[in-house]
């Protein structure tokens, strides 16, 4: 009968070998038997070795025959003259700590489903290492939590080698528990400090690696939304900082607060900003600490400069923030490049909301019309057909500003005041202008463009008109409007008919071309 040394066999080996660890201690040396099956190079050895040690020590764990409290060291107990029983325990301890150390480094093998399994097991070790702990009590009701554990978790979770957004993606399940997200990010806290002080280069997919676990990180709005807990226990305490959402805040705003101080990438500073109005902000316990952060993103420029307008909008309006170049800024992101850029639609819904107040000076609304009108004359249709109305409803609001397009006794205008270079919008002289860039594009070649440029022919009506509808609108829904559109049946092409294939005799073509 030939002895089985397949997959097959080597499991039931392993198999076998469990069962008498967790039959005799006599049998305790086994288990570097199967902890040497998890230094394989086997992909499906290795699965069947972390599935015993998931076996082995979670029996262990639940028996209670693992050594609690610090851990000494292993020759100097087994020198010693302790009992057999302490012995073991502290042996045993060794090897689930060798065991757990393997697992961390497991998670970044080149197979992705043992990348998978080792992370499950290690959060099944948490949850049983907090149910069964192994280290003492301070105090009676004291809180206990295997912190140690599940920051090597997240320490192997933030590579500074390879993108892990496929395994963070699985761990966001755990993310779930109250327990384990408020450790976590005390942990992501402490990596990303440790990592970014210890080396002058961060490398880019450790800081991506960091945005995915952070920003899957979401609190609850409610204190009463805290009661989903990972590690079971008989009752919680009020004494506990995981069981309020107070400390929760806290640790979320130290977290975040810890990340962005650092210098980013480029790339990630856009991935941030374009979470942070609703998924940073309302959590953090003092939003006003962002404040550093967004002004310095304000301050960069380009698309990110738009994309921080978002937070700094609720930071202005909600925690009564002061930022005296606020519009200057604003007025200096106007280029022609924001008709193309892919945050087009977030910018004028946020521009909209920072004009719509009364209080603003002429001259300041003045200048916004004046600069879009002349950013306008450049500007795609689909672009136009949300500016236009833009412009209108500016001076809908500011009555001041109307002598833009209706000046009764102003004077002939030879050239025009207004300065573009200046940046400065109280400097531009704006109010002495006039909008003849809505009559020029009254001739645009459009005809809904050139319809929402004639608005101005008329008084303008006092209710706005909403451009919430025409934010996202494109070129391609434009043509396929167009498409759908029934025009006449005959149109008029020429109005005189053409005379032989080169036209009339005194046509220019005849005069130059002869058929031969």
């Known amino acids: 009968m030939e002895r089985d040394t397949g997959p097959r066999g080597a499991r039931r080996a392993l198999g076998h070998l469990l069962e008498a660890v967790l039959a005799s201690r006599g049998e305790a040396n086994a288990v570097f038997d199967i902890l040497a099956v998890l230094q394989s190079e086997d992909p499906e050895e290795i699965q069947d070795a972390v599935r015993a040690c998931s076996r082995l020590f979670g029996a262990l764990l639940e028996r209670g025959e693992l050594f609690v409290g610090q851990l000494p060291p292993e020759e100097a107990v087994m020198a010693g003259s302790q009992g057999a029983t302490r012995k073991y325990k502290v042996w045993m301890r060794h090897r689930y700590q060798s065991c757990c150390n393997r697992l961390a480094e497991l998670l970044a093998h080149p197979s992705f489903q043992v990348k998978e399994l080792a992370l499950s097991t290690l959060m099944k070790f ?14 009676e009701g004291s809180y206990l939590f295997p912190r140690q554990l599940l920051k090597a978790v997240v320490e192997g979770l933030l590579s500074l080698e390879e993108d892990r957004s496929l395994l963070l993606s699985q761990f966001r399940e755990y993310l779930e528990h ?3 997200r408020y450790h976590v990010m005390q942990a992501a806290t402490d990596t990303v400090a440790r990592v970014a002080s210890g080396h002058p280069e961060v490398p880019l997919a450790f800081w991506n690696n960091a945005f995915t676990l952070l920003s899957a990180v979401s609190l609850p709005l409610q204190e009463s939304g805290l009661a989903n807990v990972y590690v079971k226990r008989t009752e919680l305490s009020d004494k506990w900082k995981v069981t309020h959402l107070k400390e ?9 607060l810890g990340f962005l101080k650092h210098k980013l990438p480029l ?14 902000l309302p959590h953090l316990a003092q939003p006003s600490l962002l404040i550093d952060f967004l002004t310095r993103a304000y301050d960069v420029g380009g698309a990110i400069s738009l994309l921080a307008l978002n937070g700094l909008f609720i930071l202005i309006h909600k925690h009564n923030l002061e930022y005296p170049d606020f519009y200057r800024k604003l007025y200096g992101l106007l280029d022609p490049s924001i008709f193309h850029v892919k945050y087009r639609a977030r910018f004028f819904h946020l521009a909209d909301l920072f004009l719509s107040s009364s209080h603003l000076p002429a001259y300041l609304v003045a200048a916004f019309a004046k600069r879009l009108a002349c950013l306008a004359l450049t500007a795609p249709p689909e672009a136009l057909l949300l ?11 500011h009555p001041a500003c109307r002598v ?14 207004y300065d573009p270079d200046e940046e400065d919008p109280a400097k531009s002289r704006a109010l002495e202008s006039s909008l003849w860039e809505l009559k020029a594009l009254q001739r645009h070649y459009h005809p809904e463009v050139s319809k929402a440029a004639s608005v101005i022919n008329q008084a303008l009506s006092v209710p706005e008109v909403s451009i919430a509808p025409l934010l996202e609108l494109t070129a391609y829904e434009m043509f396929e409007r167009d ?18 294939l080169l036209g009339r ?12």
């Open 248 to 256: 929760h805040r806290r640790a979320f705003q130290a977290m975040w």
């Open 505 to 516: 005799p005194d046509d220019l073509c005849a005069q130059h071309f002869t058929l031969s």
């Open 267 to 280: 790339s990630l500073y856009k991935r941030v900003l374009v979470i942070v109005h609703d998924s940073i």
């Open 483 to 500: 498409l759908k559109k029934k025009g006449p049946e005959a149109v008029p092409l020429e109005f005189i008919p053409v005379q032989g």
């Open 404 to 417: 833009l397009v209706h000046r009764p006794q102003g004077p002939e205008l030879d050239t025009d005041p």
């Open 387 to 397: 500016v236009l109305p833009f412009i209108c409803n500016l001076l809908r609001r």
């Open 178 to 180: 109250d327990d384990i």
């Open 126 to 139: 948490v949850q049983l290492e907090g149910a069964h702990p192994l280290e003492k009590p301070k105090w």
